[in-house]
């Protein structure tokens, strides 16, 4: 009898949990350098090589599993999304530090993005956790920040946001090249899953409203991963025109090594040392830090902050309140 083929996980994406002081250095260690190589339109798109990964929470293997569209989800696509009540809008801008630096063109297109989000997504609260409209409103809008240049394509593929109240832990595993298993467990932020669900701690998300200028956004994240899965490689080069995709790909590579070159000599770091885990969550960190610490990224990655301005636009911190 021939062995049964494995079962295929799901691609997945993380955020450890914030930290809770300063950046240190770790200690040196060899760090994979994986190639932030352009590709093609026309090409097969690549898949980095990851670890399988299961997460604990139930909604994440029903979401990566195949469904049958009903009819109310065929009527939903033609359906246009409820505005957001400007009272509602009021109080979400209000709590949210990031959004009332926006200026007006760029508010109103995030309160429509937010509204699409609202309409399109299934936001689910797990373990006990309550979520009121407002702060429904807020995850969505946090969630569509990053999208206020790319747009509402970086909403697709992709149907649910879980929240849990705080940190969840998630097991995986992966056989190293001796062929040992290992199994590990892992404390973790948040998590977005490639054709599946992005997974938030609701502690973490406050915690980031609370001190908005801490280098960390964990909504923003797990978005910079979403954004790029959409070209179907998760490799830090979200879809672009091909011209800018080779200079971002030669620039993120750059950056990327130098990066890990400070980590391997034990040095401080100016950004969150996970960045250098590689070259996808070295993106994924420096959104977040475009968004919440930009000066600090200007100063220590110009050529970095540059794409990220363009890509993301002004970050809502080099922008005073209005």
Same mark, same amino acid.
């Given at each position: ?51 399988? *990964?299961?997460?604990?929470?139930? &909604? ?33 801008? =209000? ?128 978005? &910079? ?10 490799? *830090? ?11 971002? =790909? ?11 070159t400070q980590m391997e000599a034990g040095l ?30 200007r100063e220590h990655m110009p050529a970095i ?7 993301? *636009? ?5 922008? &005073?309140?209005?």
């Amino acid at each position: 009898m021939s062995p049964a083929a494995p079962i295929p996980v799901p691609q997945t994406t993380t955020r450890p949990i914030r930290p809770t002081s300063p950046p240190q250095p770790s200690a040196p260690q060899r760090l994979p350098r994986p190639r932030c190589v352009p590709q093609c339109a026309a090409t097969t798109p690549r898949r980095d090589a990851r670890r399988a *990964g299961t997460a604990s929470c139930p &909604a994440c293997t029903a979401e990566s599993a195949p469904r049958v569209p009903h009819l109310r989800w065929l009527l939903g696509l033609f359906a246009r999304p409820d505005p957001i009540d400007t009272a509602q809008w009021r109080r979400v801008r =209000a709590s949210l530090p990031w959004i009332e630096r926006l200026d007006p063109d760029r508010d109103d297109r995030l309160r429509a993005l937010t509204a699409g989000f609202l309409h399109g997504k299934t936001i689910t609260p797990v373990d006990g956790l309550v979520l009121d409209p407002d702060q429904r409103c807020m995850l969505a809008a946090l969630c569509c920040l990053p999208l206020l240049e790319f747009g509402a394509e970086g909403l697709h593929g992709w149907s649910q946001l879980i929240v849990y109240p705080d940190a969840f832990r998630v097991q995986r595993d992966h056989v190293d090249a001796a062929g040992v298993l290992h199994i590990e467990d892992d404390e973790l932020s948040g998590e977005a899953w490639d054709a599946g669900p992005l997974i938030l701690s609701w502690a973490d998300v406050c915690a980031d409203i609370d001190d908005p200028e801490s280098g960390c956004c964990v909504a923003v994240h797990e978005m &910079a991963h979403k954004l790029d899965m959409l070209d179907g490689a998760i490799d *830090g080069t979200p879809p672009l025109p091909r011209d800018w995709q080779r200079a971002w =790909a030669r620039d993120f590579q750059s950056a990327y090594d130098a990066f890990v070159t400070q980590m391997e000599a034990g040095l401080e770091t100016a950004i969150d040392p996970y960045a250098a885990e590689a070259t996808d969550e070295f993106f994924a960190v420096c959104s977040e830090y475009h968004f919440s610490a930009p000066q600090l990224l200007r100063e220590h990655m110009p050529a970095i902050a540059a794409h990220l301005q363009r890509f993301y *636009g002004e970050s809502p911190f080099d922008r &005073a309140v209005v």
